[in-house]
């Protein structure tokens, strides 16, 4: 059974950084797609970015050039790397694992949530 735990979320002013953690286990980490999505208050949970098990990467809009996915399948560990943080993007970040097949989606977790803050 798949577990995913999350850290490293908090309080940061605008512009500042932060570098979440994921921290998978129960299975085998690298046939396994990750993801950080993130929600709002009132809003829907979005993608934010996904990255595959051979590191192809895809980002939303609204975070293209500012954050940065990454993994380091020998920890089986997913980063987010938030740079040049905006009050938009205070939600709660939730980490995610989709493991895909020929015949599709079959296995899917999200871990806990971590709240991120950007304020002053």
């Known amino acids: 059974q798949v577990q995913l735990v999350e850290s490293g979320g908090g309080l940061v002013q605008p512009g500042g950084s932060l570098r979440l953690s994921c921290a998978f286990s129960?299975?085998?980490?690298?046939?396994?797609?990750m993801g950080w999505y993130r929600q709002a208050p009132g809003k829907q949970r979005e993608l934010v970015a996904g990255?595959?098990?051979?590191?192809?990467?895809n980002y939303a809009d609204s975070v293209k050039g500012r954050f940065a996915i990454s993994r380091d399948n020998a920890k089986n560990t997913v980063y987010l790397q938030m740079n040049s943080l905006k009050p938009e993007d205070t939600a709660v970040y939730y980490c995610?694992?989709?493991?895909?097949?020929?015949?599709?989606?079959?296995?899917?977790?999200w871990g806990q949530g971590t709240q991120v803050t950007v304020s002053s």
């Open positions: 990255i595959t098990g051979t590191g192809r990467t």
């Open positions: 995610n694992a989709k493991r895909w097949t020929v015949a599709g989606l079959i296995d899917e977790k």
């Open positions: 129960g299975s085998i980490f690298n046939i396994y797609t």
